[in-house]
């Protein structure tokens, strides 16, 4: 089955500057992935996804890009802000016909912008 | 919308009784997903449905874990008997599946399960 792996556990940046998690991957044939933002007590919330049809994709502050070759991804966040601290997670799944499908989840960074 | 709905939220419980934790999806989304969520073991996925059909429970740890889906706006996971290594955070998420643009899941808030 899939496995994702996901770097590193904890990071700690100032305020502004930028942070970049990185998650590698196994099935060649996975082809969506979403990063996932959970802040204490709550579930996890959808930040932004990426399929395999695509390198890149912004919004706003947050950037993901797709390396498929080297199956790879990575969650790019620019000028952080003290409400980006949390845990994010990266996801792996093989979409197909439309239907959903599970996903497998790494194990997660924790964030902390510090003032 | 109100999002995916769960109850309760806090479950403190005593070994040996049975657990029913419930979920509502969002109106409208196909696909229902039940997760547990420990420090040691991360996010682990249980059992998801589409179309009310479970599609893969090779999650569930064992027979005292069970789950049902009798119609589009309910599901629940059931604990018989509850042990004290099924402390964790449930969460259910639901997903458009095919009657939307692709595989996003929508997390609920979590039940937080406690058994003594």
């Known amino acids: 089955g899939e496995n994702v792996e996901q770097h590193p556990s904890t990071l700690s940046v100032q305020e502004g500057d930028s942070a970049v998690i990185k998650c590698t991957y196994s099935?060649?044939?996975?082809?969506?992935f979403p990063w996932y933002k959970q802040e204490l007590g709550k579930g996890p919330q959808l930040i932004i996804d990426i399929r395999s049809n695509v390198g890149e994709k912004k919004d706003q502050r947050i950037a993901v890009t797709l390396n498929k070759t080297a199956k790879h991804f990575s969650l790019h966040i620019t000028e952080t802000q003290p409400e980006d601290s949390a845990v994010y997670f990266c996801?792996?799944?093989?979409?197909?016909?439309?239907?959903?499908?599970?996903?497998?989840f790494g194990t997660g960074t924790r964030l902390q912008v510090t003032l | 919308d109100a999002g995916v709905i769960q109850s309760p939220r806090h479950e403190v419980t005593e070994m040996g009784q049975e657990v029913t934790l419930r979920c509502k999806p969002i109106s409208g989304h196909n696909s229902l997903f039940w997760y547990r969520q420990t420090m040691m073991r991360g996010l682990e996925l249980l059992i998801y449905?589409?179309?009310?059909?479970?599609?893969?429970d090779s999650g569930m740890p064992e027979d005292r874990f069970s789950a049902k889906m009798p119609n589009a706006s309910f599901s629940t996971l059931k604990i018989q008997p509850s042990e004290p290594r099924d402390s964790a955070v449930y969460f259910c998420a639901s997903s458009p599946g095919a009657g939307g643009p692709g595989n996003e899941q929508f997390f609920g808030p979590g039940t937080r399960l406690t058994v003594l």
């Open positions: 449905f589409n179309n009310n059909v479970p599609i893969d």
């Open positions: 099935d060649s044939a996975s082809n969506y």
């Open positions: 996801a792996a799944s093989k979409q197909s016909g439309g239907t959903a499908s599970k996903l497998t």
